[in-house]
């Protein structure tokens, strides 16, 4: 089997108007989020209004990139066949510190001691155009 070694190119994002700032940020590797002036609740994934009290006064933050493990699954045949040679990968629920939750892969092993809870940080991906957040497991001794 040929394996071509190139800059993996998945299928791209598509951002809005409202969304547009949250990838300007990833370009910068910086994990861009809402949080809203009205009742201080963060905001993600980006939105017009919050959703805890409807206010429109939603201003950009930035993110410390770090959280936890809120729920994760292991995908064997992913849904769209650029990820195919992906696979086995793990998708997770990611608590991040700052107040919010998000959906990533983990640049982790399938089988490297994954765990609820467990934290990890973020990391970024180039692909095509874009640059993705990701995440990776913080071990035990916190890295690097
Ligand atoms: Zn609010």
Same mark, same amino acid.
């Given at each position: 089997? $040929?394996?071509? !070694?190139?800059? &993996? ?5 598509? &951002? $809005? ?9 990833? !370009? ?7 949080? +809203?002036?009205? +009742? ?5 994934? &980006? ?5 805890? +009290? ?9 993110? $410390? *990139?770090? =959280? ?10 992913? *849904?769209?066949?650029?990820?195919? #040679? ?12 700052? *107040? ?10 399938? #089988? #490297? =001691? ?21 995440? #990776?497991?913080?071990?035990?001794? *916190? =890295? &690097?």
């Amino acid at each position: 089997m $040929t394996r071509e !070694q190139t800059t &993996p190119s998945y299928p791209p994002p598509t &951002p $809005t108007a409202v969304s547009a700032p949250f990838w300007e940020a990833a !370009q910068e590797r910086r994990l861009a989020y809402q949080r +809203c002036a009205d +009742c201080a609740q963060a905001v993600f994934p &980006p939105r017009a209004h919050c959703p805890h +009290c409807w206010s429109e006064s939603l201003t950009w933050q930035e993110s $410390t *990139g770090h =959280g936890t493990i809120a729920s994760f699954t292991v995908a064997h045949r992913p *849904g769209h066949p650029a990820f195919a #040679e992906l696979a086995p990968f793990v998708l997770a629920l990611i608590d991040v510190q700052d *107040g919010f939750r998000l959906l990533s892969r983990l640049t982790t092993n399938p #089988e #490297e =001691g994954l765990a609820v809870s467990a934290p990890v940080r973020v990391v970024w991906e180039s692909s095509g155009d874009w640059t993705l957040p990701l995440f #990776e497991l913080i071990t035990v001794d *916190g =890295g &690097p």
